[in-house]
């Protein structure tokens, strides 16, 4: 079974440009989260996609937004990219029941110059 | 509120004993887990723990939770090499308990394993 998959892996850009970021869920999970991982600052919750529909968001600004497809995967958009913007966005998707375990993608490590 | 902390670093010696400490706020918390992060990679569920229960043992690893303190621990037995890490732990409120099922992570602890 494929597990969480993410694109791209890396990513280059430069202040005030404009970034997307996708995220593939497991096959069958319906929800997925968006986390910022920036250096020594652990994951910060972004956003909460759940059957197509925005559920949560962390504490960000407007500039981060996203959207679930019918097919659950998703995407990360940031605009007016700021240097600080520079971190690890992780994935993770989850079933909705049980334990409520996230499951993870390895990435796209955002660099912005 | 929901806040998870935890310390920043651990160093141990390779075949000793690891513990990740962990306190967490939200007494409502019905999971708590542990995630592994190795160097470039994605977080991996290590272990979670149902908050009824204190104890859970999985081959190496033990976690311990006390409810009234709101403390989680992990505790590797006979840290390898391999160990080496950032170690988050993780709260989460159930849909059934009406939770916002926002996982909240802490910071995450560095394992350093020296030979």
């Known amino acids: 079974e494929a597990g969480v998959t993410q694109s791209p892996t890396h990513l280059i850009k430069t202040r005030g440009q404009q970034a997307t970021l996708r995220c593939s869920p497991i096959?069958?999970?319906?929800?997925v989260y968006w986390y910022q991982q920036a250096l020594g600052l652990g994951l910060q919750f972004l956003l909460w996609?759940?059957?197509?529909?925005?559920?949560n968001r962390g504490n960000f600004p407007p500039r981060f937004s996203g959207r679930q497809f019918p097919n659950y995967s998703s995407e990360l958009n940031v605009n007016a990219l700021e240097l600080e913007d520079s971190a690890l966005y992780l994935c993770a998707s989850s079933s909705g029941t049980g334990t409520g375990e996230l499951f993870f993608g390895e990435g796209s490590r955002l660099t912005v110059l | 509120g929901e806040d998870v902390e935890q310390s920043l670093f651990l160093s141990v010696r390779e075949g000793d004993s690891s513990v990740i400490n962990c306190t967490y706020t939200?007494?409502?918390?019905?999971?708590l887990y542990w995630y592994k992060q190795e160097p470039g990679a994605g977080l991996q569920l290590l272990t979670y723990?149902?908050?009824?229960?204190d104890m859970k043992q999985d081959q190496r690893l033990t976690v311990l939770l006390n409810k009234k303190d709101k403390h989680l621990s992990l505790r590797i037995a006979d840290t390898q090499t391999g160990d080496s890490a950032i170690y988050f732990c993780a709260e989460i409120q159930s849909r059934s308990s009406g939770g916002s099922y926002i996982p909240t992570f802490g910071r995450g602890t560095s394992l350093i394993v020296h030979p």
């Open positions: 996609y759940d059957e197509g529909e925005e559920r």
């Open positions: 096959s069958g999970h319906t929800s």
């Open positions: 723990i149902f908050s009824n229960m």
């Open positions: 939200d007494s409502s918390s019905t999971y």
